[in-house]
């Protein structure tokens, strides 16, 4: 019976390293996108105005 323990308790351990990796890229990835949206837009207002 504690080996089974042990071995829930390591599959737990587990699935908690890998929602941890899974948060840091997900938050990653969401400040990227929170710093190049920003630039696109004003690339998009301020440089690419149509000359007349």
């Known amino acids: 019976m504690g080996q089974g323990i042990d071995t829930v308790?390591?599959?737990l351990q587990e699935i908690?390293?890998?929602q941890a990796k899974t948060?840091?890229?997900l938050w990653?990835?969401?400040a990227t996108l929170?710093?190049?949206t920003p630039g696109l837009?004003?690339?998009l207002f301020l440089f690419d105005l149509p000359s007349s």
Do not use: H, M, P, Q
Request: proline share 0%; charged share 30%.
């Open 16 to 18: 908690s390293k890998r």
């Open 28 to 30: 990653g990835f969401l």
């Open 34 to 36: 929170l710093v190049a």
């Open 9 to 11: 308790e390591s599959t």
């Open 23 to 25: 948060n840091a890229r």
């Open 41 to 43: 837009l004003a690339k």
